[in-house]
């Protein structure tokens, strides 16, 4: 398996559904690029979207596929590398208020918005009102929280509006992609005394 820095990568701008993109690919965005995704993410297929200094909007749910097993004849490694992921850089994402899972990456120079309104005086219990469940890395230097599920009252007041979970996938993936003879070792190890 090669690494992400030797693979080919292919120009995309404007609205691209993850589910018809060719799997295993880094796409690099002429311009601003809204993503939706009309299936689940199956096992073996992973894309990188690489938009630095454009702006990615997630138009709809980001799901991967569920079942995951393992082949007869396929190796523990072989499995790792066949986890479906998505990665997403971008210099801003912005995910729209429909949006309420994403299985994905997200990796923004600048901001990453949980909702698509922009000012936050428009912000009510009836606009970006639905809870997200971010299931993935997310590395940003602004992360905007703008959801408001759980904010009123009744059976949901106090839920959370976001949920970020870091699975342990996104490892297993990055570490199937790595060289083949990279390993992580041990360079130190100190015996301590018992505590009583």
């Keep these: 398996m090669s690494t992400l820095a030797s693979r080919a ?7 691209q559904d993850i589910a018809s993109l060719a799997p295993n690919a ?8 809204t993503l939706t995704s009309s299936a689940d993410i199956p096992k073996g297929k992973w894309i990188v979207i690489s938009a630095p200094g454009r702006t990615v909007t997630v138009a709809s749910n980001v799901f991967y596929s569920n079942v995951i097993t393992k082949d007869a004849d396929e190796s523990s490694r072989a499995l790792m590398g066949a986890l479906p992921q998505v990665v997403i850089i971008a210099r801003n994402i912005v995910v729209n208020e429909t949006v309420a899972q994403i299985d994905a990456w997200l990796v923004a120079t600048d901001t990453v918005r949980t909702c698509s309104i922009f000012n936050v ?12 469940t971010v299931n993935g890395p997310v590395i ?4 905007l929280l703008y959801r408001t599920a759980g904010a009123g009252t009744g059976t949901g007041a106090g839920d959370p509006a976001e949920v970020f979970n870091l699975r342990p996938d996104a ?12 390993r992580v070792k041990t360079v130190q190890s100190s015996e301590l005394p018992p505590r009583y």
């Design 9 to 15: 990568t292919t120009n995309i701008s404007g609205a």
């Design 26 to 33: 880094v796409y690099s965005a002429t311009g601003d690029i």
């Design 121 to 132: 005086a428009d912000l009510g219990g009836d606009v970006c009102g639905a809870r997200l």
């Design 140 to 143: 940003t230097d602004t992360l």
């Design 171 to 182: 490892y297993l993936w990055a570490t199937a992609l790595q060289n083949e003879t990279a």
